[in-house]
Structure formats: C-alpha cells, structure tokens
C-alpha cells in the first residue's frame, strides 16, 4: 500500500470521525431541549426566572471557552477532545438534578462551559481535516450536528410522552452518548503540538484575525436565534394564524438549515466559500423582506425558510476560516465561537425589545439588515480558493503523531 493511498485513507477515517463526534455532541443538546419543561418544573422556577437560568450556558461558554485551545496544545486534539466531549456528555445530567433556581444555574454554567469547550475542540479538529483534505467538509460537518440534534429531540420526546423521569433519561443517554463519543474519538487526528510551539494563554481577548469573521458569523447567529426564538410568534401574532402552522414555520426553518449544511460542502467545493456566502447572504436578506412584506402566512414561512437556506453555511465557514487566520487554530476559533455565541444569547432579546418598543416587523427588519451584511462583508471568509485549502503552511502548526506534513 502506498502513503499516498494510506494518507487519503485515514483522513477519510478521520472525517468519519470527527462527523460522528459532532453529531454526538447535537444529540446532547437535543436531549436537554426536549425536557427543559420537566427541568423547570422540578427546579420550581417561573418562565422568567428559567429564562435567566437559560442564559448561564452562554455565559459558561463564553468564559471557558479560550481553556479549549490551551488543554488542547497541553493534551494533543484527539486527547483533549476525548476528555472535553466525555465532560460535556456527563453533564447532561447536571441540570435535572437541580432542585432550585441557584443550582440549576450551576448546573447550566457546567453544562455551557463543557459545551464550549468541546466545541472549540472539534471544529478545531474539523478545520485540520479540511485542510488536509484539500476540500470543504464544515458545512457536513455542522449538518451532522443537527442530524445529532434531531436523533436526540426525537428520543426526548419519546421519553417526555412516556412520562418518564428525566433524571433517569438523561442518565442513561449521558451513559450512551460517552460511550459513543469515546468511540468516535479514536478515528480523529492525533495532533500534537510542536517542541518549539509556545503554549497559548490561558484567558485572552479573540485574536484580530477572528474579529471580521466572528462578525460575519454574528450577523448569522443573530439571524437564526431570532427566527429559531420568534418566527411562531411572528405568525401568531402579526398573521394571525393557528398554533399549528406557526410551529410549522420553525419546523421548516429548522429543516431548511439542516438540508443546506448537509449538502452545502457540494455547494462550497464548486464555488468557493466567498461566493456561497454572498450568495446566501442575498437569498437569507431576500427571505427576511419576504417575511417584514407578507400579507399571508405562507409567505412568512417561505421567507424564514429562505433565512435558513441563506444563513445555514456560514458559521461552519466562519469556523473554517478562523483556523486557517492565524498561527493557533484553537485560540482563532474560540474567538469566533465567543462572538457568535454571543449573539446567540442577546438575539432574543434584543428582537423582543425592539418588538416592545416598535414591533416585530420591524425587529425582522434588523435581521433583514443584518442579512445583507453576510453578501457585503463575506470577503473576509477568503482562503486560496477551493474553500478548503489552505494559503500556506501555519507556523508552529500541529500535525498528526507519526504523520509527514503533505
């Protein structure tokens, strides 16, 4: 057998891997999603004050997620990883446990903070892949995390219409989801930092590279938050029309996103990942027009289907583009991530305040706005052209255990 042929083979291992692994980590999020009443129930807390306690994942990741990069150059990618996925899937049991306001807290800044961190991981990890496979697979790979996300909604709903005891549920899906995840994580690159590499600190502000393309992602992240959070709401209450079809509406967004990440890799291969977010850009602004113009509920609901189509693509080219910015691909990414998760936390809001203060309309006008600075600003997403190569060699990069640099 050649090393050329060796090579292609194991990173075709390696992407299968690391698939896998986010499609473990989505199917933790939809486990917590579908028993969130239950949670709220057995903590004794009102909507408002859950919606305080939502807010700590967040905030968890925002703080540790800069810790991923370091653990990383301390442990090597696929230890760190290993360690920092199993943290994230045990802590799935965390916020069922707790039997008030202050420890659910607790419990959801653990659970955030293990999120982020795993996160930066395998993005990470994701982006070397790419990288050396010398074609787009981010967008896959974020595709798996819904697929992951799906599978784990579906299983909590199964368990939420048994009645069972959540605390039972998420322990034995913990139990899975780590053994699983631990399996997962033996196919993924073996990178090791280099001797003369010098260990990334252990807080820092995002790096500048990532500053532009953490606000392309934002602009994303804001997009999909408000149409995830409200797009039923929008329905209901500015259409008009039943509960049925307004939950139908963030059903089909939902899908939308999933669809488009899964086979937006086609898309990036042939066009580049300037061009696929440009045109995205156009068609998530021209989804948002539709949605502030619609008169009927069928108009809104193909204008958020639009925004889903638009937006799906960009994050995991965000995250492609900020490992291959600068010399640490960790400490890039987690920058990224920082931003992007914040506007994640601060987009519902921020779309109900306005809404109070004007109304939704013109809330999904912002949106709208800030869906056309995906067309405008995507010029900061280039690399060499193919989306997934890489513009030179990174300086002190890390390569796999016993592996030539190709």
């Not at 890039?332 to 931003?339: E, F, L, M, N």
Request: aromatic residues 6%; contains cysteine; positive net charge.
């Amino acid at each position: 057998m050649s090393e050329v042929v060796y090579d292609k083979r194991r990173l075709r291992r390696a992407r299968i891997a690391v698939a896998a692994v986010f499609c473990v980590h989505g199917a933790v999020t939809g486990s917590f999603a579908t028993r969130v009443p239950w949670i709220q129930e057995h903590a004794s807390v009102g909507a408002g004050m859950l919606g305080l306690a939502l807010a700590f994942p967040a905030i968890g990741a925002s703080v540790a997620m800069p810790l991923a990069s370091r653990i990383s150059h301390r442990l090597g990618a696929r230890n760190a990883l290993r360690g920092l996925l199993a943290l994230w899937t045990l802590s799935l049991v965390l916020p069922s446990l707790a039997p008030n306001l202050l420890t659910l807290c607790l419990a959801l800044f653990v659970y955030g903070a293990t999120s982020g961190m795993s996160d930066v991981a395998m993005n990470a990890l994701g982006v070397e892949t790419e990288t050396r496979m010398r074609k787009s697979i981010m967008s896959g790979l974020h595709g798996m995390w819904s697929v992951g996300a799906l599978i784990g909604s579906a299983a909590g709903t199964v368990a939420a219409h048994l009645g069972s005891d959540a605390r039972l549920h998420h322990a034995l899906a913990a139990a899975a989801l780590t053994a699983l995840g631990l399996i997962a994580c033996q196919g993924v690159l073996d990178l090791q930092a280099a001797p003369e590499e010098e260990a990334p600190p252990r807080f820092s502000l995002p790096p500048k590279s990532a500053l532009l393309i953490g606000a392309v992602g934002f602009c994303a992240v804001f997009a999909e938050g408000a149409s995830l959070d409200w797009s039923a709401v929008y329905l209901r209450d500015v259409l008009d029309s039943s509960a049925g079809v307004a939950a139908a509406s963030t059903t089909g967004f939902t899908l939308t996103m999933a669809v488009a990440r899964l086979a937006g890799d086609a898309v990036v291969n042939r066009f580049g990942a300037v061009r696929t977010v440009r045109a995205g850009g156009v068609l998530a602004a021209l989804g948002g027009l539709l949605v502030v113009l619609a008169s009927h509920p069928a108009l809104a609901m193909g204008g958020f289907a639009l925004l889903g189509l638009g937006i799906a693509v960009v994050v995991p080219l965000a995250f492609a583009a900020a490992g291959r910015s600068g010399p640490n691909p960790s400490q890039a990414i987690a920058g990224v991530a920082t931003i992007t998760y914040t506007s994640g936390l601060i987009a519902p809001s921020a779309i109900g305040t306005l809404a109070d203060a004007t109304s939704l309309v013109t809330s999904f006008g912002l949106v709208t706005l800030l869906a056309c600075g995906l067309a405008v600003f995507a010029g900061v997403l280039r690399t060499d052209g193919r989306g997934g190569g890489r513009q030179g060699a990174r300086a002190g990069s890390t390569q796999p255990t016993g592996e030539k640099s190709h």
